[in-house]
């Protein structure tokens, strides 16, 4: 059984740099040919997908996000994390990371993935 949890601050300030981290259980997140991407729910909102990194170490960040969006992993540790810089109020949110079979390319559906996290809240406050 594989399972996704997901850490990190909570609280941060404005203009700081979040970093989250997906710890992964039960599988590798070198296994071919899977996907780990991270999407997030701002407070009564929609899902919004972030993006991710392959099996491969290949990633992919969503356009808005780019510039200042960063994921990487750790195979030792089996980790994925995200950091996020110049962090306003806007990127308050619940954070969560995600397994797909596939690229799974800006898909929010629950149902585009086999595990998914709990999830981390993070509130961007000074």
């Known amino acids: 059984q594989v399972q996704l949890q997901e850490s990190g601050p909570g609280l941060v300030k404005p203009s700081q740099t979040l970093s989250l981290t997906c710890t992964v259980s039960?599988?590798?997140?070198?296994?071919?040919?899977?996907?780990w991407t991270w999407i997030r729910q701002p407070p009564g909102k929609g899902l919004e997908w972030i993006g991710y990194?392959?099996?491969?170490?290949?990633?992919y960040v969503t356009p808005s996000l780019k510039s200042r969006t960063s994921i990487s992993r750790d195979t030792f540790k089996n980790q994925i994390t995200l950091q996020l810089s110049s962090l306003t109020p806007e990127d308050t949110a619940v954070y969560y990371c995600?397994?797909?079979?596939?690229?799974?390319?800006?898909?929010?559906?629950?149902?585009?993935?086999?595990?998914w996290g709990h999830g981390a809240q993070v509130t961007v406050s000074s």
């Open positions: 995600a397994r797909s079979g596939g690229t799974a390319y800006g898909d929010t559906n629950y149902y585009g993935y086999d595990y």
């Open positions: 039960g599988g590798s997140i070198t296994t071919n040919y899977y996907y």
């Open positions: 990194i392959a099996y491969s170490s290949n990633t």
